[in-house]
Every structure is written in C-alpha cells, then in structure tokens.
C-alpha cells in the first residue's frame, strides 16, 4: 500500500511537471531547450539538486537575457537593410546614419563582452557550462573573429584618411556586418520548433524574410555598380533615366527594387536591362543564384502544401482501393457501407492524434490517462461490482478506447469470443438472427456491458452487436482479462455472480 502511495504521488507530480513544461513552451532541437531549466537531469542522488550557477555567470534563459537577444535581433534587422544600401546608394555617410550606426556597434561590442559571461550547455554532456575560462575558451575559438570584424568601426577608422570615408575598400569590410544575420538563422530555428506558434506561418515568414533580403541586396550591388561605371548612361538604369544620379534617392532605390523582382520572377519586362560587361556578369550570377533560391522556396513551400494535404490524400486513395475492393468482389450493400463507414470515422479520429500521442508515451503515463479518462465508467459497469480497486486499475489500463460509426457491427452472432466491450458513449442494440429473421433483443446504452458471455461462459456469441450511433467502445482482450483476474480468486467469484445474477433476473423477465 505504502508503495502505491509513492507511485502515485510520483505520477501526480510528474504530471505537474509535465504540464508546467508544456505551458512554458519547449524546442525539440537537441542544442536547446526552451524551459527554466535547460539541462537533463542527472541520474540517482543529484537529480533533485537545485543548479547553482557561478558568481558574475548569466543563465541562458534567464528572461532579461532572452528580452537583450529580442532587441539585438531588432538590430540585426537594421543591420541587414543598412548596410547593403549604404554600400550602394549613399557615396558620403549623412551624420545622422553615422550616428546611428556608431551607436548600433557599440551595442554590439557590449553584446561581445556579455557572451563571455554566458553559461552554455556542453552539447556532450548536457550540462551547464558556468566556468569563466570554459566560456571564453570556447567563445574564442569559435565566434569571437566573426562578431569582432562585424563590430569594427571601419567607417570611423575610414575618417582619418578619407574626410568623406567613402573608401570602396573599407565600406566592402563594413559589409561584414552581415554576418549578424546568424542570429536571425538561429531564431528561427527556436521558432519553428516552438509548439506555441503554428509551424506553417513561421516557415513562410522565414521563406519571405529569405526572399526580400536577396531581392533588397541585389538591387543596392546592381545599383552600385551603375553608379560607379564611368559612363552613367550606359548601366540599365542611365539608359532609361539618364540623370538618374540628380533624381531622389527613393525613385532610385524603387527602380533598382523593380529591377531585382522582374529578373527574380523571371518576369523580364526588357525595359531595365544590362548594358556593359559588368552588369551582365553581375545579371547572369544573379539569374544562376535565382535558380537556387527558386528552387529552395519551391521546395519548401511544396513540402508545406503536401505536408497539410497528406492526410487527406490518403484518406481518398483508401476509399478508392475500398471501393474497387467491394465491387471486385460484389459485397452486399451493407457490408460496403459499413467499411466506407469505418474508414470515414478513423480519418476523422486521425485528425485527433490521440493514440499517436499516447503510443509516445511510457506505459505509466498511459496508465495514469486510462485511469483518468475511464475508471469511473468501469467502476460503474454490473460485472465488476465489488471488486476491488485493484483490479479495477489493472484492467482499466489493459483496456482499449476505440470508436464506431453508426450501424457498424461490432460483434456477430456465432462469432469466437475474443473481446468483453464497456460503452463510454453511445449506444448499441443486440440482436438475433433466426430462419433469416432479424428480432431485436435489447439496447444496451453508456455504461453497458457486451460481449462478457461470450468471453466468460467460453460460449459463441449469442447476439449481434451493432450500434445505433456514433459510439466510443472499451475494449478489453479475454487473454488479457483472464491473466487479470486469475491472480484473485475472490474477484473472479464476484464477477462471475454479477454475470449470473444478471443474467438470472433478465431471464425470469423474459
């Protein structure tokens, strides 16, 4: 009894467990986990060990960190529009984006100086790495050159041999600043794998985002290139715009914006096309780099698409292969409209997931949900009155749910016992056939017992069983019954004078 006790509370707190896991949101990727606590608990003594991290040591997943990544996203953003677009279309840094961009750096320079007091989960081992040296080591040699070079301030440099700064060299090494879009990458790979937000949305946000970056970068590199050829009027935009260097920086940046989305689509208007060398060299990387990219968001968009319309897919080709499966063989109409029935009624269950999700789930778990979900309707089925809570336990997790369309044979008249059946919902009717005559016998509704003369008595079936509506069925395997109550003969006693004396009382009636 003591033992039932811990297992119980065992299971009760796991559960709580579980549902605060589920509801703080999580990430299937093996390299994080989106709980308070990130790590895999530690087998025996250490497991209910709280984790104490290292003094000056930032958590992970403490929420003022996770709120600094947020903004520094927002500023990657900013990143990765400005940049390209100062490359191309601004020749002299006005101050106010010099400014701006000074002061996104030195954030970021302050992002550098927080990562070395980031604790870390060892991919290994699975615990958290809180140890100075073993972050900056493993910062240093991985990282660290990437985030230093985007962070450098060559445009500040730039100004101590060029008053403009507008050197063609140290604005290609202000370019490095996009390698922060790998955060970007990153988090959008927590948010694809975060139950809390739809799958479908976030990769077509992601395949957006991934489509009007190329468009936006191709158009400021092709603008730049005809802004700096010596002869503005021949570049695909001076042959159409010949002073194009005096109109606003909006008309520019849009006509270049046009440009990059007609060759993207394969659109090719001919009114904006390469006129020298450089432009059909930049124009033909840009049409192979098309093809990839085209063939990337073709695919995942296809396996989007397919990936929703799978299910449905397969629920039409069973129905296909039923049918010809019934006029090959020429089933009598009822037969054909039951199977066309049941294969109906599971597609619509599948939707549901239920026995997907419980067959992920360890036995204990499923045993705990069984309990939840029918103990009360077992307890309260004739046959197992008064016996004891035991064995009620024991068969309620062996037993199956399983549902039934409407006029849908369950058992047969004659058929070999196999299966004692508890009505959760529903209802069914019995009856018997004799000289080809069909005479209803009774209705047994939510809460009834079928099947049970069958599997106990070891007699055919007296009924046939078919329901008269949508019902949900328990369903219990006679081996798995009889292993059940064989280990207490004063339950098996019980059951057997409940099926008796039931049967006694319904028989005197008739």
């Not at 989106?34 to 991290?53: E, R, V, Y």
């Not at 070079?149 to 060559?154: G, L, R």
């Not at 060299?169 to 790998?182: D, F």
């Not at 606003?248 to 904006?272: F, H, K, N, P, Q």
Request: aromatic share 12%.
């Amino acid at each position: 009894m003591i033992q039932n006790i811990k297992s119980t509370t065992m299971l009760i707190s796991s559960s709580n467990y579980l549902q605060h896991f589920c509801n703080k949101g999580f990430s299937l990727d093996h390299k994080e986990f989106h709980t308070d606590n990130d790590l895999f608990p530690s087998l025996g003594a250490t497991i209910n060990q709280t984790i104490k991290h290292g003094k000056h040591i930032i958590s992970p997943n403490d929420p003022h960190y996770r709120l600094w990544e947020m903004f520094m996203i927002l500023l990657v953003l900013y990143s990765a529009w400005i940049c390209p677009f100062e490359f191309a279309f601004l020749k002299y840094l006005p101050s106010e984006i010099f400014l701006v961009d000074n002061i996104v750096n030195s954030i970021f320079a302050i992002d550098i100086t927080l990562t070395f007091f980031v604790a870390y989960v060892d991919h290994k081992s699975y615990l958290l790495v809180d140890n100075h040296k073993r972050i900056a080591i493993r910062y240093l040699s991985t990282w660290f050159i990437f985030d230093a070079c985007s962070t450098f301030p060559f445009h500040t440099i730039s100004l101590f041999f060029n008053r403009h700064g507008n050197s063609l060299g140290l604005q290609l090494l202000s370019m490095l600043r996009l390698w922060r879009l790998h955060r970007v990458s990153s988090l959008f790979a927590r948010l694809e794998k975060d139950i809390r937000l739809n799958y479908f949305w976030t990769r077509c946000i992601k395949l957006l985002s991934v489509t009007l970056f190329a468009v936006h970068c191709s158009a400021c590199f092709n603008y730049m290139i005809a802004e700096r050829y010596p002869d503005p009027k021949i570049t695909w935009i001076g042959a159409v715009i010949p002073n194009f260097k005096e109109i606003s920086l909006w008309i520019r940046y849009v006509t270049a914006i046009y440009w990059s989305i007609t060759t993207l689509t394969t659109t090719g208007y001919g009114d904006l096309h390469a006129e020298n060398t450089r432009e059909m060299l930049f124009d033909i990387c840009y049409m192979l780099f098309n093809l990839g990219l085209t063939a990337y968001l073709i695919g995942n968009m296809t396996n989007l698409v397919v990936h929703g319309t799978y299910c449905t897919k397969k629920f039409r080709d069973t129905i296909q292969a039923a049918s010809e499966f019934v006029s090959r063989n020429k089933f009598p109409k009822h037969i054909e409209e039951q199977m066309l029935s049941d294969i109906c009624l599971k597609f619509k269950t599948e939707e549901l997931k239920q026995q997907k999700i419980l067959d992920c789930l360890p036995k204990a778990i499923r045993s705990s949900i069984a309990k939840h979900l029918f103990l009360p309707i077992v307890q309260k089925a004739y046959i197992f009155q008064g016996v004891s809570l035991n064995l009620i336990f024991q068969l309620v997790s062996a037993m199956q749910a399983e549902y039934f369309a409407p006029n849908e044979d369950v058992i047969l008249q004659k058929e070999t016992p196999t299966d004692l059946y508890i009505i959760v919902s529903g209802s069914v009717e019995m009856i018997a056939y004799s000289g080809g005559t069909e005479q209803v016998h009774g209705k047994v509704t939510a809460g009834g017992v079928f099947g049970e003369i069958g599997v106990l008595c070891k007699v055919p079936q007296p009924f046939t069983i078919k329901t008269i509506e949508l019902s949900q069925i328990l369903r219990l395997d006679r081996t798995a019954l009889f292993d059940i109550i064989q280990e207490s003969k004063e339950d098996a006693t019980i059951i057997m004078q409940n099926l008796n004396q039931v049967h006694l009382i319904f028989d005197n009636t008739a």
